[in-house]
Every structure is written in C-alpha cells, then in structure tokens.
C-alpha cells in the first residue's frame, strides 16, 4: 500500500478494498441485502482505485445473492431535438451525469441497465435482470426504486449530505404532485429497433427541500445506522419506511419539501401548490445577482442600464 507524508509529517494511507469492506460491514450490510446506493467519492477520503475499489467492496459484502443498485440516469435535451441532440440516441452505454460511482457501475461486466431511455438505473447481483429489463419506456420513471422498497430494500448514502433517500420521488409521483416542466427529451431505440422520442412524464424537485426529512425519518424509525465508509460520514435507511413517512406526510402537506429560498423558482413557481409571484420571484433573484457583483462590475451594470436609459 502507498504512503504519503502529511503537512505535519504524520503519514496518511489510503482506504483499500479490505478496510471498505470492514466499514460496510460494521455499518451493517449483510449477505443477501438489496442495496440502493447514492455515493459521494469526495466526502470518502483518499480510496486507492477510486470507485472500482468501493463497488467491488460493495459487491464482496453483498455476495452474489445480494444486489447494488444506482440511479445511473442520463441527461434530456430541450424539445424539439436541434439536429444535434436528435443523433445523441439512449442505450445501455449512455454515459450518466451521476458520478464516479455510478459511472464504475456501467463499467462492471456484470452491470444491467435499465431499459427506461432516461432514468437508466444499474444493478449488479440476483435480482439485477428483474429489477432493470422489465423497467421500459412504458414504466414510471422510478418504479425499480418503488419495487426495491416493497422487496425490503435498504438505502446507503455514502455521505450523509448527498440528497435524497431513493424514494422521495416515488412519493411524488405516486401521489400524482402536479409541476410545470420545460419540454425535454431523448431520442432512443422502440422493441422493433426504430428510432422513437421519449418525453419526460415525471416531476423532480429542489435539491434544498429533500433534506427537510431527515428529521422525520430519525423520529419515524426511517434510519437504520449510521458511521463511516472511509472518512464519509454515512447513513443506511429503510426504503419502506421513508417510502411511508414521505406518502404520510405529502398527502397532509405536499408542499412540505419545498424550499424556503424567496427566489428558487422551481419551489415558488412551478408547483400547483407554489405560492410564489412572479416578479417578487425575479427582483429576489436579480437583487441577489447583484449583491454578488464587486463594486466594479456593479458600478458597470448600472452604468449601462443608465446609458440603455437615455438611448431610447
Ligand atoms: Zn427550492
């Protein structure tokens, strides 16, 4: 194993395969568990091999009775398809925005991808084939994350700050929560092997808002342990039971997990439930750009918009 020397001339190691599969086990994943897991490497510390190292530790722990799966999804373009975007056609290569982890994920020879054209999420292990290949076009978006729940599954959030449990929206959805979305798509290959347009038909929601959870999943039972993985402070939950608490809890109170930032405009504005107006929206957010401008850029901005001013 390599060493380097700190700063302070202390040396620091890296996290191996063997000390991760120690941590995993520790926190509490067994043999036979069905894992969804959301990864931060970052938060982890030095890992020598990088991602690999983490999903073969991960897949050692569960063994081959055992299945990992990750949100590998792809991103949409605006619609309709410049000519550009139309020749960018999804399939089970298509490279994820989601990260290291998951990008390690599509790399593993035993990885099967969803078959959804967008939300293509990847599993390795026994029940890999039945959660991705009956996950279609034709499929709520989340529906492997719904099953997962139902089947017992546990989620891991290698950290604790990486947003969301895997089933937030699954309780959107299935409580049919009604948002303004901008028109995206995905060209991708139909069953008879023709190029056909996927548009989106689910809603998301603002990064800052899911956190507000947390509280209710550590009073409700939502969380099953808490340590390390590596330097990353770490957290499993039960995807049945954030599952309920979320559904209990947006049916009372569906704008629960919006924001409180006066000029997001997904939370105050696209919701059916937003209360937000227009232009108090928009000065907020212009009046925050500006305070985020220095002196001389300020000084710029106004200047110019004097000299529009008297050009009219
Ligand atoms: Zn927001």
Redesign the pocket.
Known sequence: MTDITSENGSAKRPFGKSQLVEDLRQLGIKRGDLLHAKVSLRSMGWVEGGARTLLDALVEVLGPEGTLVSDAFIPMYPLPLTHEDAKKISDDNSPTYAGAFCAAMIQHPEMVRSRHPVQKGVAIGAMANDLMLSHSESSPAYEPLQRMALAGGKHLSIDRNVIGVGTTHVAQNLLDLQQKTSPLGINYLDDQGNIALFKINWVGG????FPKFFPLYEKMGGIVARGNVGKADSVITDMKKTLEIELDKLEKDPAFF??D?PG?I???LTWAFSTGKAPVVYLVRFMKSMRQKSPLALWRSVSNWFARRRST
């Open positions: 603002c990064a800052e808002g919006l924001c930032n997001c997904q939370c105050r």
